[in-house]
């Protein structure tokens, strides 16, 4: 019932996310689809239900969003410093950033984080290796690859995936 009922929640957000009205018609059409969509998929939809969300998750969730927004908003100056200098250096190159994720929700949350922030693009997942195109290289060295790419998510993506 726990898993029925995340996924029911997780389905109607969604459909409060996309809808551009809150009238009791649109609320009503939303809550059945969710209901419907829900009692087909739950069993493959989550594993954990509500337990999910404990406190200590959602605290780690918060924090990693913060995380990301700071990495976003730095990528993005220093993308924009290359459009707008182009005389700054760009050394594009594809790296191999090794994980200590075993979790595959985890690597899929880190390779997608290391993709939303501009100048990196994961390229390709092998096992524990991510392949990042990188849009100015500035190690070969794997620990300097990790420590400048995508040590700060990593490390909250392990602890929420303990």
Known sequence: MSRFLFTFIVLFLIWLG?????????????????????SFSYKTFTVEGLGFFSPRRVVLIIKYLFVFMIAL???????????????LPINPGI???KTQLTNPTAVTILAN???LTPGT???????????????????????GIVREIGEDFEKILKEFFK
């Open 18 to 38: 996309f809808t551009t009205s809150l009238a009791t018609a649109e609320l009503i059409t939303g809550a059945v689809l969710s209901l419907i969509i829900a």
């Open 73 to 87: 908003i730095k990528a993005n100056i220093d993308v924009a410093k290359r459009v707008i200098s182009p005389k």
């Open 95 to 97: 790296v191999e950033y």
């Open 113 to 115: 984080s290391i993709t």
């Open 121 to 143: 693009l994961t390229v390709d997942v092998i096992d524990n290796s991510l392949f990042i195109h990188w849009i100015d290289v500035t190690t070969k060295d794997p620990e």
